[in-house]
Each structure stands twice: as C-alpha cells, then as structure tokens.
DNA sequence: CTGATAAGCCGAACCGGTTAAGTAACGACG
DNA sequence: CGTCGTTACTTAACCGGTTCGGCTTATCAG
C-alpha cells in the first residue's frame, strides 16, 4: 500500500508542502527548476493525489452526476442509455473526472438525490435526461444552485442551459418519406406523452401530417417491447388499416415487426415500419429497419464538454446538437 | 447554497463538535438527550455529511469501481451490462455508497485505472467482470491489495472471492435439450476464446456433446452481431448442415436469426436456436427465442453484497449465484 | 547606494469531518 | 471519607491537500 503524500515529496525536495502543491498544479510560485525536481520526484514516488483532500480544500468534488429513472427493466432493454453513458464517460476520462450514476425509481427520487448530492457537495453539475413537460425538477435545481445541462428541446428547458437533438425536422423527414412512397394513413407507435421529446414529436407528427394531408393516429406506450407489441396488434386490426407505422425506438419496432409478421402479414409489402433511435437491433432483424438514426454516444460526449464548459464560467445556452438522419432500409416500400 | 456544517451544530446546540460527531454515528459517548437534540437540530438543518470530509478522515471512499473494457459500440449493442449496473446500484443506494464506472479500451487500460484508484484512494473495492483464462488482472490487483469480487467461475478465480452461475451445468441443459429433441449435429456460435466464461462453455460443450454423442463445431466471434451474422451464414452454408444452434449470447442469435430467414429456411422447421442471455430481444423476435435465463440485476445485486461483506472482513470465498435456466419457446423443435 | 518591486519560498490556517486522550461530575463501595 | 469507575463531554490532533500573508533575496531604476 503506497501512501505517498505531498509532503513526503516536500521532505525529499527540501521545500515545503505549499511549494510543492504549487509545482504540481502548473502555478506559479515555483522556479522552473524546483518545480521539474518536484514533478521528477512525485513520478518516482507514483505519487496521486488524494481525491478527498483536494475536493476538501478546493471545494470541487470533479466529479459529474446521472441519475437515470427508470426501472432496471427498461435500462436493460433500451440500448440508448449505455451508449449514452459511454458518450459521457469518454469524455470525462480525459479530464479525469467522474461519473456518480445513480439509478432510481422516479422523479420524486430523482428530485431526493439531487438535494442530497447538493447538500454532501458530492457533484460539481448534473447532467438531466428523460426532459418532461413542464418539468418539476427545473426549478429544484435552479434553487439548489446545481449547475445542469439538460438533454432536450429549448423549448422545454425553460431557459436552462441545454444540448437537443430535433425531433421536429427528424420527424418531418420520416413523414415526408412515407408520404413520397405514397402512404396515405399513418400510425404512430409514441412514448409516454409526459416525455418532452414525445410531446415534441407527437406534434411534430400531426403538423406535419395536416401539411401533407395524411391520415393519423397516435398510440401511446411506455417505451417497452410488450406494450409496442400491444399497440401494434391494435393498429394492425384497425380499420381503415394504416400502411405504414413510426415508432418511438427501435425495441418496439423490432417487436412490432414480430407481431406483424405472427399475424402473417408481410414487411414492406403490406406495412411499412420506421424506427426511431438506429441501434444494432435496426440491422439484424429481417428486413432490416428503416431508422431515424443519431449518433448517441456523440450526445452524451457533447452534453457532457457543455456541463464542462457551464461549469468553468461558459454562458449558458441552448445548443442543437444534430438532426437524426433517415436511413432507408428494407422495411419500407409503396403501399401495394 | 447550504453549507450545514457540524460545526454549526454545535454551536446551535451548544456543544462540542466532537459530540456532535459521536452522536451523529450513532456511537457512544453522549447523552441520549443530546443525542436526540443533535439529530433534531441536524434534521431541521437538513444537514448532510460533507463526503470529501468525511473519506479524508475515515480513510474509506464509501465508492466501489468497476471498469468496463468494452467499446462504447459494444456497450450499446449488448443489454447485459446496463442490466448488472443496475444490480450493482440497487444494493448501493441504500448503503449509501456510490459506483465509480469506467468504461475503458482494454485490459491495459483497466489496469492504469486500478493503479490509479488505487493510489487515490479513490475506490473501497472493485467488481471486475468479463474474467480472463490466465486473468492478468488479478496478480496486480493482489498486489495493489484491492478488495475485489470477480464475476466469474472459481476456476478462472486463482482463489479470489467470486460470484459465479454455473456455466457448465447450463450448458449441459442446453444440450440436453436439443438431443433430446433428436438433433445430432450442432453448431456454437462462441463469444471468443479468451473470455473465461466462454472457455468454460467451450469446454462444457464439448464435453456434454462427446456425453451425447453430438457432432459439433464451434465459431468463435467478438459477441458482435455482425460476427454472429457471419458465423451463421457459415454454419448454415457448411456440410453436414447442423440441425441446431446454440448462441452465447442473444444479440447474435437475434442476427442469425434473420440470416436463417434473409437464406429462406425456418425456424424451428429447419433449424433450431438457443439464445444464452435471455433479455426482452428473445421474446419479441418471430419465433420467439430458446433461451438461458438469468437474473442479470439480481448478479450484479448479489456481487455487490459480497463485496461489502468483504470489505468489512467475511471470509473470501467463491459463491454459486445460481444456474441459468433453460427458457423453451418457439425456436426449439425436432429436426425435420 | 538606496528604495521599490518582484520572484521564490515558508509557515500556517483552512476545508469538514473522525477519534484518541484528557477532564469534570457523580454514584457506588469498602 | 477516600477511592475507583462510569458517564458525558471537551480538546486537539489528524487526514492530505490548497491557498494566502509574509519573509528573503535578487534585480533594477533613480
């Protein structure tokens, strides 16, 4: 077990403790020649600096937090959030800070540990995900003073600082698409409509759908296999029945597509299926998905250098981080 | 901004802070009365303790790592991981510890992160997965005198405390299963080689096969669903035709899954498929997939555990978590 | 040659807890 | 009544860094 402390290395060098704390972060203070002697012999020791001690004194804890609620269940199924997670880390490596990922039940939890964190001083900013309508854990955050970036539309953040992707212009793509194959009803396969990004969408949907005059119908779910299944079963047996079908993510796309193909009908032939969220699932089911594809772990990497960014002095702001692109794949042809 | 200290404790009840200390921990050596009084005057405070303090105090980090050698690709594609994460933090939160998570390249990687740690004193203990034949993780961590529980079988363990499922066991169900079904030649789709896990299995399989009087062939891949794609298409393209699969994991069984289609054969009629790791992909595929359940939060919950009792000084020991269980669905029939 | 300025370094306070050692008050007991 | 042991605190050192005021010494303008 090494200890070696700062003031071994000021022992050693023959200076004192401040001096060497000086030569070890870059300050001035130090004569260059005392310092490369310090950074020479702190190599040799292997020396690291304790965490505790420097958050202590210098009040920062270097360390970013993510709470996610949502059930287990849903973190497992849903590729999103370890890409999202990886996007984060990727970038907070380098700066050697860390990651305090917590994951809870719900927003009143969520809300607990951000107050809890808060008061402990454990994290120096939050990254926010899941942005709702009207979101109660804005102003909780705004009252602690926790320095956040959140992961949504501007016009959700309520002038909070905030990395988006949009949804608008990704679902106009997507309907322009199905409309240009020449369908004429079409299904939406939604979220919860508490989330902000579904909430955009769903409106984006049906603005888009008068503008090209489409007939629509929105089914909302909780995002899981079981229920894309379920409002897939209902959309399928509806009447008129709709030709072509946009899902929220890709899980319940791919579990549309199973149901699809259970009651033997056919893809693209007699539906046409369009994935949101382009994960490996969208390329190894046959036919392959037609996704609105975005780069995941690039959000997280970018969210993040924003938090960093907010968090040494940067002017917040709104920033659009990209535009899901449309890949065309075999799940979609003319209606026949 | 809060900054409840005990200090201020003290100083609104009127005594030391060492008191305050002593009846915050719930130790002896104050009054229950002024026990009480701190407790109330702290609550009202809504004080919580500050972490940096306390960890540069009591020498421990309240913090468990783990690192993940994974790309971020892989991390997205496979639900596994989120799952034991998820595990891991459900033991955590009540404890009040935090998880240190890094995602990393490789091993190399994952060991300049122990070192690291280590020498910040940044982690009480490390969980460390995807064991190694040969695992050169572990001689560094003796060294470094790290509390570790590693996931993974006793025999890849040199003597380390561990969890483990029973792969073998697992295995030989498996096989079971689909000679009893009739089939003769089976193929396994493998993760690769130099993962213990999948060593094992290589081994079970073989061994069960020779047991049964199976022909069987193996294909090594990265657990990727590309390489799964690939290996199938071999394995179905190959003379004799295997009448049975037998993935590691279900991403890839998902790929081959649709390859068997995209060559225009069933499933079960002309093949049939097991899936190890039975997560929600098994159950929205068409056919629904064969598969090896286990309870991968419930894993990661029960490691944790163990490394708290390790850490507060239990025995290391090996542990038998449990044996995947064989799930049968749609993708198993006899041969035809 | 003197006084001002700055570079380079030291000593010590400080961050917010934990904990060993010391002390005062009090009751029991021979 | 003196002694011993408890109980309930207080005091102060300590964890390992950061940071600030101040002390030397060298440098340089006047």
């Not at 988006?164 to 009803?185: E, F, I, K, P, Y």
């Amino acid at each position: 077990m090494s200890r070696v402390t700062i003031k071994e290395i000021a022992r050693r060098c023959g200076v004192s403790q401040g001096a060497v704390s000086y030569a070890l972060n870059n300050r001035p203070g130090v004569s260059e020649a005392t310092r490369a002697r310090v950074l020479q012999v702190a190599a040799e020791l292997e020396w690291a600096p304790n965490r505790a001690a420097r958050q202590l004194s210098a009040a920062r804890s270097e360390t970013f937090g993510l709470v996610l609620a949502r059930s287990a269940q849903t973190l497992i199924e849903e590729p999103y959030f370890m890409g999202f997670v990886g996007g984060v880390e990727s970038v907070l490596a380098e700066k050697s800070y860390a990651l305090a990922l917590q994951v809870v039940a719900d927003l009143d939890e969520e809300l607990a540990t951000y107050r809890k964190w808060a008061a402990e001083r454990r994290v120096d900013g939050v990254i926010v995900v899941d942005l709702r309508v009207a979101d109660p854990r804005l102003p909780v955050l705004r009252k602690l003073g926790l320095p956040a970036v959140l992961v949504g539309d501007p016009a959700l953040a309520d002038g909070m600082p905030c990395v988006w992707t949009d949804g608008t212009a990704a679902m106009n793509a997507a309907l322009d698409h199905v409309a240009s194959l020449g369908h004429r009803v079409i299904a939406r396969v939604a979220g919860p409509p508490e989330y902000g990004d579904v909430w955009i969408r769903d409106q984006a949907f049906e603005l888009a759908a008068r503008r090209l005059s489409l007939e629509t119908r929105i089914h909302h779910t909780d995002y899981s296999a079981a229920q894309g299944a379920a409002a897939t079963r209902d959309i399928v047996t509806g009447s008129p029945r709709p030709t072509a079908i946009i899902y929220d993510n890709d899980l319940m796309a791919v579990a549309g597509l199973a149901v699809i193909h259970g009651l033997g009908l056919s893809v693209p032939d007699d539906l046409t299926l369009v994935a949101w969220d382009d994960s490996a699932l969208c390329r190894i089911t046959h036919p392959t998905l037609t996704a609105l594809s975005h780069n995941i772990v690039g959000y997280g990497a970018e969210v993040t250098q924003r938090l960093l960014g907010l968090i040494s002095g940067a002017q917040p702001q709104a920033h659009l981080y990209s535009t899901p692109l449309l890949i065309i794949r075999d799940s979609s042809a003319p209606p026949c």
